[in-house]
């Protein structure tokens, strides 16, 4: 009995209550072996549970995409390895990104909108900078990549400190001293989404130097997802450019 014919033989009164509360909370989930999928997460979130890969067979994933193909038109799998692209790459509309560690299926491309720009400090941020602009597309963004435009040559940013306040979020990514969301927020009005990422020399420590920068930068109007997170920052301007959108 699906939700809509509990609701209608509880209002004929030939169900209780507590019996249709049972049959909406198992509806909620789908429970298998190796997981539970929240099959209601579109509802509540906006977008489908996203499946984390690591540490989990290449065979639980793809069991995993197989039942969440059948109810969702876009499902996004992250930190994938190379076995788990060889198990879902036959599926019909898969798509795999080794570069970013991302499988992504789509069963239609939907209308893209707004404004998003990931920014990244160096052409070694690329692997994060571009799990996050496919993560925001995936989630209807339009998004533009600026790649490559570090503190270390500041007259790089200010070649494009226009585009960046034309932006309805900017998504700023740095491994080293991880300075470059500072310096973005001391220029331009719009919210800045920061990732640390791992990429630097020893004292880096492999991202916690530039996670500490972002954490206790001066300049207001800058927030910080964790190390190499670029799906994090991705989901999260996707919902400030879906509010700025509606606004």
């Known amino acids: 009995m699906n939700i809509d014919n509990a609701l209608k033989k509880f209002k004929e009164g030939k169900i209780t209550k507590e019996e249709v509360k049972q049959l909406i909370l198992e509806n909620s989930f789908i429970s298998i072996d190796c997981a539970n999928i929240d099959n209601d997460r579109k509802k509540r979130r906006g977008f489908p549970e996203t499946v984390y890969c690591q540490n989990k ?22 930190k994938a390895s190379k076995e788990h692209f060889e198990e879902v790459k036959n599926i019909k509309g898969i798509e795999v990104n080794e570069e970013t560690g991302l499988i992504v299926y789509k069963n239609k491309e939907n209308e893209k909108t707004g404004n998003v720009i990931v920014l990244s400090a160096g052409t070694s941020d690329r692997s994060i900078a571009e799990e996050a602009a496919i993560t925001a597309e995936c989630m209807d963004c339009n998004v533009n990549r600026k790649y490559d435009y570090g503190i270390a040559g500041l007259n790089r940013i200010l070649s494009i400190r226009n585009e960046l306040e034309e932006a309805n979020v900017v998504i700023a990514i740095a491994g080293m001293e991880g300075a470059l969301p500072s310096v973005i927020s001391g220029l331009i009005s719009k919210p800045i989404i920061a990732v640390p990422t791992s990429v630097g020399y020893g004292a880096s420590l492999k991202g916690i130097s530039a996670l500490l920068t972002m954490l206790n930068t001066c300049s207001p109007g800058v927030s910080v997802v964790n190390i190499d997170n670029g799906f994090g920052a991705g989901y999260m301007a996707a919902l400030i450019n879906k509010q700025s959108k509606e606004k």
């Open 57 to 78: 067979t290449p065979g639980e994933v793809k069991q995993i995409f197989e039942i969440m193909i059948e109810e969702n038109k876009v499902v996004l799998g992250t």
